[in-house]
């Protein structure tokens, strides 16, 4: 699964605004597209914190059309959502979790937070607890 949300920019005179289409509490601007579409990387974390707070599933991207911007998250990121959304698959209280993987509940709470910088490594071993493989890939920007 990859995360890659599609935007919508719409331009005024004086900003461009930047929507992530599948996550709507993801609103932003800027002084032109770049800005903007740099703004809604910030935007779309916080925002899907706000869906990992709420125990809420993180919504799958659409696809973007051709020449649509999108926002890609970072692979330490893209693995902790993956996470979240595993644990609510199986029904898995962050307690369960660090139960299994022998480590206190606060260190769950820390591969959970989309701000701490967590070992991917200790994200990709609470995947492999959940039945899951953090698989990466490498694509060449255009």
Request: proline residues 27%; charged residues 20%.
């Given at each position: 699964m990859q995360f890659r949300y599609p935007l919508d920019l719409l331009s005024s005179e004086s900003q461009v605004i930047a929507r992530v289409i599948?996550?709507?509490e993801a609103i932003t601007f800027g002084e032109d597209a770049e800005h903007a579409i740099h703004e809604a990387e910030d935007a779309l974390v916080v925002a899907l914190g706000g869906y990992i707070a709420d125990r809420e599933r993180v919504?799958?991207?659409s696809e973007p059309g051709p020449e649509q911007p999108a926002v890609t998250l970072s692979p330490l990121v893209t693995a902790k959502v993956a996470l979240h959304n595993a644990m609510l698959e199986r029904d898995m209280t962050k307690v369960a979790l660090a139960r299994k993987l022998g480590v206190t509940e606060t260190i769950v709470r820390r591969l959970l937070d989309l701000d701490h910088r967590s070992h991917i490594g200790h994200v990709e071993l609470a995947l492999e607890?959940?039945?899951?493989?953090l698989v990466t890939s490498v694509a060449k920007v255009a």
């Open positions: 599948d996550v709507p919504p799958t991207p607890q959940l039945g899951y493989r």
